[in-house]
């Protein structure tokens, strides 16, 4: 049932494109107006919350992470994210209008459910973004929203991930919808780019050769370190954990603004640096993270730089540059990603290691 493939995983990073756009299926009318049918909140209960906090465990977390910028940018509501077993063993402020997020690829991570259960018994509404169709965290949730990925098989999340980033998206744009707080084409343009994400992120892996032969080149790495801003950070988080996972290499993710206090010791002649560049836009944050490349380099890093194919500023800063088809910085996350994800696939098969069944890893983690 690998379809040819040799891993589940490989498969699955391969039918990103088709899982986004099921995700996407029937969110959206021919009339503009997104439409999320399965949430079973009402739009008087959507209008109360007046915070948001995100709970999730490993990638899932991540995906949480990119969720808050495009939240509070697109909502005005003030978003947390917490990690599952952080939140659920301290003393959160929750409340009624509180709408707790949880995000769960199997619906049965234990460290997840426990957090759903101690927001509940606060009072708070708890909405859940899922993959798996009755699974216990959408059951004792208020609302869900299923993400149809179809089964990950994989123990590493891949389709789980860009799906629950779509996921988030979605609620974002939906609760702006109902709050007022875009306007009506604002909502319509961004839609719009999402429905053209599943072709966009078909290029991206047309185009993946590069990064293939690059595991090659890297296999005999003992660090890697990987860098974002903005969204781009937690991407950088997720790479780091994928390589970790499935090529037992020591990789780490760091924002790219924290370099400077501290992190930038390690860099060191050949160390490989994985860097996230954000499209050029309005913002400073570009121009911050070419900056920050300059300093890695200067310092002999080998830079692998994902990047908007027709940057002009990358070239002469890129050992290698993987070339980003263009989206909105907060969509750029669904299409960063995934080159990552080919990369850690790819070291640890030329590795040797069972990339579907990394070691002491389980698929869904049911204790905690
Ligand atoms: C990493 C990975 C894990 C899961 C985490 C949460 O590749 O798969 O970090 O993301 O255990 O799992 P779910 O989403 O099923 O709650």
């Given at each position: 049932?690998?379809?040819?493939?040799?891993?589940?995983?490989?498969?699955?990073?391969?039918?990103?494109?088709?899982?986004?756009?099921?995700?996407?299926?029937?969110?959206?009318?021919?009339?503009?107006?997104l439409r999320l049918d399965e949430l079973r909140m009402s739009e008087a209960e959507l209008r109360r919350i007046d915070k948001i906090i995100i709970v999730a465990c490993g990638t899932a977390?991540?995906?949480?992470?990119?969720?808050?910028?495009?939240?509070?940018?697109?909502?005005?509501?003030?978003?947390?994210?917490?990690?599952?077993?952080?939140?659920?063993?301290?003393?959160?402020?929750?409340?009624?209008?509180?709408?707790?997020?949880?995000?769960?690829?199997?619906?049965?991570?234990?460290?997840?459910?426990?957090?759903?259960?101690?927001?509940?018994?606060?009072?708070?509404?708890?909405?859940?973004?899922?993959?798996?169709?009755?699974?216990?965290?959408?059951?004792?949730?208020?609302?869900?929203?299923?993400?149809?990925?179809?089964?990950?098989?994989?123990?590493a999340s891949t389709k789980g991930f860009t799906t629950q980033l779509v996921a988030c998206y979605l609620l974002g744009l939906y609760l702006a919808q109902v709050r007022g707080t875009l306007f009506g084409d604002e909502i319509a343009r961004l839609m719009a780019e999402l429905e053209e994400m599943?072709?966009?992120?078909?290029?991206?892996?047309?185009?993946?050769?590069?990064?293939?032969?690059?595991?090659?080149?890297?296999?005999?790495?003992?660090?890697?370190?990987?860098?974002?801003?903005?969204?781009?950070?937690?991407?950088?988080?997720?790479?780091?954990?994928?390589?970790?996972?499935?090529?037992?290499?020591?990789?780490?993710?760091?924002?790219?603004?924290?370099?400077?206090?501290?992190?930038?010791?390690?860099?060191?002649?050949?160390?490989?640096?994985?860097?996230?560049?954000?499209?050029?836009?309005?913002?400073?944050?570009?121009?911050?993270?070419?900056?920050?490349?300059?300093?890695?380099?200067?310092?002999?890093?080998?830079?692998?730089?994902?990047?908007?194919?027709?940057?002009?500023?990358?070239?002469?800063?890129?050992?290698?540059?993987?070339?980003?088809?263009?989206?909105?910085?907060?969509?750029?996350?669904?299409?960063?990603?995934?080159?990552?994800?080919?990369?850690?696939?790819?070291?640890?098969?030329?590795?040797?290691?069972?990339?579907?069944?990394?070691?002491?890893?389980?698929?869904?983690?049911?204790?905690?």
């Amino acid at each position: 049932e690998k379809d040819g493939f040799d891993w589940f995983m490989r498969k699955e990073i391969y039918e990103q494109p088709k899982a986004i756009g099921d995700t996407l299926l029937g969110r959206y009318d021919t009339d503009g107006a997104l439409r999320l049918d399965e949430l079973r909140m009402s739009e008087a209960e959507l209008r109360r919350i007046d915070k948001i906090i995100i709970v999730a465990c490993g990638t899932a977390f991540y995906a949480g992470l990119v969720a808050k910028y495009a939240i509070e940018h697109w909502t005005r509501i003030a978003c947390e994210v917490e990690l599952a077993h952080e939140f659920r063993y301290r003393d959160p402020i929750v409340n009624p209008n509180t709408l707790v997020v949880c995000i769960s690829q199997s619906g049965e991570t234990a460290d997840s459910l426990m957090a759903v259960r101690h927001a509940a018994e606060q009072g708070a509404k708890v909405l859940a973004i899922c993959n798996t169709n009755g699974s216990t965290i959408p059951r004792e949730s208020d609302a869900v929203i299923y993400t149809h990925a179809g089964p990950e098989i994989g123990v590493a999340s891949t389709k789980g991930f860009t799906t629950q980033l779509v996921a988030c998206y979605l609620l974002g744009l939906y609760l702006a919808q109902v709050r007022g707080t875009l306007f009506g084409d604002e909502i319509a343009r961004l839609m719009a780019e999402l429905e053209e994400m599943p072709a966009t992120l078909q290029r991206v892996l047309d185009e993946s050769e590069p990064v293939l032969k690059l595991a090659g080149d890297f296999a005999e790495q003992p660090s890697v370190l990987f860098l974002g801003r903005h969204v781009g950070y937690p991407v950088a988080l997720e790479g780091a954990l994928k390589l970790k996972e499935l090529a037992y290499i020591h990789a780490e993710g760091f924002a790219a603004g924290e370099l400077k206090h501290g992190p930038i010791a390690l860099v060191d002649d050949g160390l490989p640096v994985f860097v996230v560049v954000p499209p050029k836009g309005r913002d400073m944050l570009h121009d911050k993270v070419v900056s920050n490349i300059a300093e890695i380099r200067a310092r002999g890093a080998l830079t692998v730089v994902l990047a908007e194919e027709d940057d002009p500023e990358i070239e002469p800063l890129a050992d290698v540059w993987i070339r980003l088809p263009k989206v909105s910085t907060l969509l750029q996350p669904v299409l960063a990603t995934v080159p990552l994800q080919l990369f850690a696939c790819e070291l640890a098969t030329r590795k040797g290691h069972d990339v579907d069944q990394p070691r002491n890893l389980a698929k869904s983690v049911t204790v905690e």
